[in-house]
T-cell receptor, first 113, second 112 residues
């Protein structure tokens, strides 16, 4: 399917487990982003990537790892999940040109118990 | 990016105009005002942006004060589907939209 897709849509995991959230886009956008959104609050940038093999930290990177071996994929890994990482995670992408907007996925609701 | 201040919540009657205010008193000369909305915890959706002139598109109008320290998003005829969280963001035009700083926004509830 065309667009940006996240998987899974819902995930429950236990404290201390490793979990990976997937993000796939079909537009060949150079930039991809990961955000978290805690209940009742706005989005906060975790990590972003300007191109394959180029990643950089956002506002709240601690506890997360990203990689970008292919342009179309940008997985987010929680190496040892904590309850404070319970949140909705959004992925987005764009070409990065001035004035262009970002396109968001549908989100992954992660619960850490 | 400049910080913005928005009311936490607002109500609006269906069919009436919804006026959502935003303060951005520390805005720089090269920064634009952007508005987004988020419906039912979907990803944010771009609505409109402007520098200093009033702007209008098919979704909304944006009124920016002459000193650019505040702005108002106007939904001229609000419908129940406009119930959402609205975010006012200030950023330079050449800053990647993906790096936007989202505050807590205004929760607009449109009532029948």
């Amino acid at each position: 399917d065309a667009g940006i897709t996240q998987s899974p849509r819902y995930k429950i995991t236990e404290t201390g487990r490793q979990v990976t959230l997937m993000c796939h886009q079909t537009w060949s956008h150079s930039y991809m982003f990961w955000y978290r959104q805690d209940l009742g609050h706005g989005l906060r940038l975790i990590y972003y990537s300007a191109a394959a093999d180029i990643t950089d930290k956002g506002e709240v990177p601690d506890g997360y790892v990203v990689s970008r071996s292919k342009t179309e994929n940008f997985p987010l890994t929680l190496e040892s999940a904590t309850r404070s990482q319970t949140s909705v995670y959004f992925c987005a992408s764009n070409m990065g040109e001035a004035g262009t907007e970002a396109f968001f996925g549908q989100g992954t609701r992660l619960t850490v118990v | 990016d400049a910080k913005t201040t928005q009311p936490t919540s607002m109500d609006c009657a269906e069919g009436r105009a919804a006026n959502l205010p935003c303060n951005h008193s520390t805005i720089s000369g090269n920064e634009y005002v952007y508005w987004y909305r988020q419906i039912h915890s979907q990803g944010p959706q771009y609505i409109i942006h402007g520098l200093k002139n009033n702007e209008t598109n098919e979704m909304a109008s944006l009124i920016i004060t002459e000193d650019r320290k505040s702005s108002t998003l106007i939904l001229p005829h609000a419908t129940l589907r406009d119930t959402a969280v609205y975010y006012c963001i200030v950023r330079a035009y050449n800053t990647n939209a993906g790096k936007s700083t989202f505050g807590d926004g205004t929760t607009l509830t449109v009532k029948p």
